[in-house]
């Protein structure tokens, strides 16, 4: 490195964010993470010991991915080289490993290579990584919001250590804010401020876990307010309010925060939960999700998890759908909140979801018998001469409309595929249905 990319270096850091500045270099700085960085763990020691393998990295923004590598990469005797996925491309992962060959073969070090937002790797470019990882050319440490085991190639899985990582904690973040706000080398110490607890509280509350988002904000405070007649900057509640005024929420359309929390929707109203059921929904709703798939899982819910304990559920459900398709939000919110609502509190059957499955289980696994003659069409020309429909009996002709002919193949005379249950209108029709058999 020559004297102009050592000052452009030092210039960048001087420049970079907050956030970016206050990247703790040692592990002992590391905020959060002890189920994984504390003094008896894994992590802990084979970073200690310079003897990391390969891992990745699973957690939601800003609890410390790229930290863990940073670390990483201040502590390990072998060369650290960084690409981002979601800017690099196959030529610089070869320039990288073409590089790392070298230097293995001359002197014996290897590399390290972090990727970060290694998810935006496509399979063939993970693929090209995996013979590399292999045969111990580079160490792979991959950084991913994304569930690996959903976005990261199987291999390349199978030869890494997976550590998740969880969001920091109310007080984690706090810490982090106040070690920012007096560190003078990398923080905003060299500034005259007075910040309140109650800012304090109110950023790290409301950042969810999320660092850099709260590191960023007291930085835009700081930066964006004027001083006082003492020429200190004061951030108060009010202040800190204005710079984070949106509760940072964990939610991915396409990842795992949007399939965990659909599913704690669901099964809230399953589980006959009314309040948990809207407090999802309101999750769902806060982060931008669409509103028409809100609606289809509704619909879904009411004919698997309700069903004929209560049939006016999937109407609910289809009204809402077509209701917030017309209306749109934000009143849209009302008309879901009704429908999970009723749906929660409906009374629950999954018998018609037995009933499809079960008989799916008999279609695919015995030959197609023949339907019962007396319930083949008869309408067409020349069909009453091959005895089509003969011996039919018209329910309507009969007491309570019901006739005890029998509807299955021959084959499956007795065959019971739906089991009704005991509460709601399915037992209503549950006893229906024996008493007309017994009047038969």
């Known amino acids: 490195m020559d004297l102009f990319d050592y000052m452009k270096e030092k210039k960048g850091e001087a420049d970079a964010p907050l956030a970016s500045r206050m990247r703790p270099r040692r592990l002992e700085d590391v905020v959060g ?8 763990k894994l992590l802990y020691r084979a970073i200690q010991a310079d003897q990391i393998r390969s891992v990745i990295f699973y957690g939601p923004p800003g609890t410390g991915k790229t930290t ?3 670390v990483i990469a201040e502590t390990t005797s072998a060369e650290f080289r960084q690409i981002n996925a979601t800017s690099a491309g196959k030529k610089d992962m070869q320039d990288v490993i073409e590089e790392a060959e070298q230097t293995l073969a001359m002197t014996g070090s290897r590399t390290i290579l972090f990727i970060d937002e290694i998810h935006r790797f496509n399979k063939s470019q993970q693929d090209y ?7 111990g050319t580079v160490i792979l440490i991959g950084a991913t919001t994304e569930n690996p085991y959903f976005e990261v190639n199987g291999a390349l899985i199978s030869r890494s250590v997976i550590f998740e990582l969880k969001p920091l904690s109310q007080e984690d973040v706090k810490n982090l804010l106040k070690r920012a706000a007096s560190d003078t080398v990398h923080g905003l110490g060299n500034y005259r401020t007075e910040i309140s607890e109650e800012a304090f509280d109110f ?6 876990g999320d660092a850099r988002q709260a590191l960023n904000a007291l930085e835009l405070g700081v930066l964006t307010t004027t001083p006082d007649a003492r020429g200190i900057i004061c951030i108060d509640r009010e202040v800190a309010s204005e710079c984070i005024q949106k509760r940072v929420i964990r939610y991915d359309k396409t990842g795992d925060n949007h399939y965990d ?4 929707f669901i099964k809230s109203m399953r589980g006959s939960d009314p309040d948990a059921a809207i407090y999802y929904l309101a999750r769902m709703l806060y982060a931008g999700e669409e509103v028409t798939f809100i609606a289809r ?26 209701a917030v398709e017309r209306v749109g939000m934000p009143e849209a919110q009302i008309i879901l909140s009704q429908a999970a609502a009723y749906i929660a509190c409906a009374p629950k059957s999954n018998a018609a979801v037995d009933a499809i499955y079960d008989a799916m289980r008999e279609v695919e696994s015995e030959r197609t018998p023949r339907v019962p003659p007396h319930l083949q069409d008869a309408h067409y020309g020349g069909a009453a001469k091959l005895g089509r429909g003969e011996g039919y009996e018209y329910a309507h002709l009969y007491p309570n409309h019901f006739s005890k002919q029998n509807y299955l193949p021959d084959d499956l ?3 019971k595929f739906y089991n009704m249950g005991d509460l709601g209108y399915e037992k209503k029709m549950k006893d229906w249905m024996e008493y007309i058999r017994k009047e038969e």
């Open 203 to 208: 950023i790290a509350d409301v950042a969810n």
């Open 261 to 264: 929390t659909i599913s704690a």
């Open 33 to 40: 993470q002890q189920h994984i960085i504390g003094k008896d």
């Open 297 to 322: 899982r509704m619909m879904i819910c009411a004919a698997e998890d309700v069903g004929n304990a209560d049939p006016q559920a999937l109407q609910v459900a289809v009204s809402a759908s077509l």
């Open 413 to 415: 005379v007795g065959r």
């Open 129 to 135: 990584l995996l013979p590399f990882v292999e045969n």
């Open 68 to 70: 863990l590598a940073k």
